[in-house]
């Protein structure tokens, strides 16, 4: 399986939350490359843009800033939905656009998405098989410093925005709750790993469960 692409028929869709600057991009990419199927990331941006009309700095600016107002203003519409007149406050627009181009990524065929909670959205109608990666807090801040060209400050204070954010996202969908152990079938320590590690036991795994027919 490791040499080979999935099936086009298959119905299963391998997910990947992370931590900031854990590497989830590097290892979802090779996971992908070495499956031979497509990869998705910040890629779902320019796919949730041409479902909403709205611009992608937009959805970018969702993505990645704190959504306490957003989950307000999803409390506050569900709760009494003709407040905002016959149409949605935009940032539920962007909240249903997301969803709806992790959907659509999804029905292409086999792939590798990261991040936007997809196995919390794919749950239902999909295999979904669920990675969590993560790293000590000092080897991202590291990370996201050189990458970024970031004070160690500016880094710590980049990478716990970024992680409130992704934790406030994917804990609006379900009881499940990110980063936390039972949320997915395998979490693993990039920094202790390394990348090509990460990827190859991700690899192992899905052999595993391939063979071993349906999860428990």
Known sequence: ?????????????????????????????????????????????????????????????????????????????????????????????????????VKAVASKGPCVIVGRAADCILWDEYDVMSFFLTAPLSDRICHVAERDSLSKDEAAQKISRLDKARESFYNSFSDRKWAEVSSYDMCLNVAQLGVEAAADIILKFLESAHAGGQKY
């Open 1 to 101: 399986m490791t040499d080979k692409a999935l099936d086009n028929s298959s119905r299963r869709i391998i997910t990947i939350g992370r931590q900031f600057g854990a590497g989830g991009r590097s290892v979802g990419k090779l996971v992908a490359n070495k499956l031979g199927i497509d990869f998705y990331d910040k890629e779902l941006i320019a796919e949730a843009a041409k479902v909403s009309g709205l611009s992608d700095k937009f959805i970018t600016h969702m993505d990645e800033q704190h959504t306490s107002s957003l989950l307000y203003s999803l409390i506050l519409h569900a709760q009494t939905p003709g407040i905002f007149g016959k149409g949605k406050p935009i940032e539920l627009l962007a909240y249903d656009a997301q969803i709806a181009s």
